[in-house]
């Protein structure tokens, strides 16, 4: 091997690994079972782990039909919508923390008449949470799927037509199996990054332990006060996303969506 | 309620305007080279593409005009595909059962329902398998069955034995044939096969270039092709011409003598068996011989097909045997010669 490559690629590997070694190697072993016994450890992860569900939830009921549309419905300006739907995968999640501020904030377009009219305040709620991640993550699982969707012979879908099936029928009978493993990755990665959500999730929601302090906003808050803390709190989602990752392993290392299914 | 369509699609660069209709029973072959647009008007009967003009109507009921579009699953009909589309996530019980079920039947009736289809396709037991368990003549089996299972109006078959491999194809057409004999409706099969067209069909079209060149029974068809595409299908050289008395001067220079009078636009058809060559001008006087030249031989079963230009262009099937005795190689002078009385001659 050249080594003008090796000499990088050997750097890089450095680079991502070192940092993940030091948090193992400075982790206080000895302290770890008391520290994972502190109710604010368990109240934050439950939290996260909640939120983190009810978002790829939403993301599922929602952005399934979504990523249908961009796939299969011949709309005009079907581009541009894709654009539109995908920048929040490039925004800095602060300013969808912003911006969600402004529309669903006590004072906003929408937080306004739904707080004068029904008394409802979404801001600094786990509601608050759910919505940040929500739309943070759900791009993730919208393009996921429309690649699966994309890649699955759409000629299945012709053939369940010519049976009597009509559109709904052939989503729910043909597609929606077809592209079930592109679904099931889009969801484990939609989870992940609502999980790792922090400045959405501090901008819209707050952190207030119990209701909105997730995980992420627990280390952050931990390392000033406790840093022995942190580093357990960071162990803890250090392995959630071994775990995310070793779920996606067949998916990236091996075979992609569609593959099994037999010509 | 025949079948009754009048097609007409712009795809791209390609204009399909195709006309015909297919009576109760009966088995319509619509035959032609890739790229002709086949099944771009399979497509339409389908009703998976609207077309841009014409009508397509099945007995009383019209699926497609100016005014009109039946979507496919509100159309009475089955179709089977080149590559079977069986849905990989079902068992061939389900698969079959798909039609009935998504036309409102309830799961237990259904499945019950589909079994004797797979009994009468050859496959039974085989139920609970998945697609991808058969072979690719017991998947094209079980599409069949899922096509006629809700006892359709029209069948739709594109290209249903292409992708099968030569012994396969053997069989399935074979059951195919019985199917279809069975079968009430109006079928439509898509092919470039002839000999599927010749086996299947009661009636052919041949459509090329987006346009019917010929319609006819299959044996109508093989006797008097009527363009250079269909002559090349049933193995025949044909040449336009002319026609005064037992003479037809051809389009493309030279005279032939045929033994039917024919007068005005014809076309003459020439086995290539029927050819002889030699190496000298034939003694005797046969009327039609012409010095040719050897362009290209191909072995062809036990035979080699020799093809000859100049004057009258034509092919020779000469056996291996006299082939060696002769001693051609491309670009030789030979003198090709054909009897009168072997010689087809038609309107064009």
Partial sequence: MPLPLLLPALL???FLVLPLLGLVVRAPWSTIGPQLAQPEVGQALRLSLLSATLATGVSLVLGVPLAWVLARSRIRGRSVLRALVTVPLVLPPVVGGVALFLVIGRTGILGRPLYEHLGVTVPFTTTAVVIAETFVAMPFLVISVEGALRAADARFEDAAATLGADRWTTFRRVTLPLV???IAAGAVLCWARALGEFGATITFAGNFPGTTQTMPLAVYLALQRDPEAAIVLSLVLLAVSLATLLLLRDRWLGRGPGQGVPA | MTLDAHVVV???SLGVDVEFWVG?????????????GKST???VLAGLLPPDAGRVAVGQDVWDSADRHVPPHQRSLGMVFQDHLLFPHLSITENV??????RGMRRAPARAAAAPWLDRVGLTGLGDRRP???SGGQAQRAALARALVGDPR???LDEPLSALDARTRLAVRAELHRHLRDYAGSAVLVTHDPIDAMALADRVVVVEDGRVVQAGTPAEVARRPRTDYVARLVGLVLLPGTGTGAQVALDGGGVVAVAEAAAGPVFVAVRPESVALYLQRPAGSPRNVWPLRLVAATPHGSVVRCDLAGEVPLTADVTATSFAELGLAPGAEVWASVKASEIAVYTR
């Fill in chain 1, 12 to 14: 890089a590997v450095a």
């Fill in chain 1, 180 to 182: 079930a493993p592109g």
């Fill in chain 2, 10 to 12: 712009q795809r791209g």
């Fill in chain 2, 24 to 36: 109760d029973g009966e088995v319509l072959a619509v035959l032609g080279p890739n790229g002709a």
């Fill in chain 2, 41 to 43: 008007v399979l497509r």
């Fill in chain 2, 97 to 102: 059962a798909f039609g009935l079920r998504s």
């Fill in chain 2, 132 to 134: 991808g368990e058969l």
């Fill in chain 2, 154 to 156: 029209v069948l739709l």
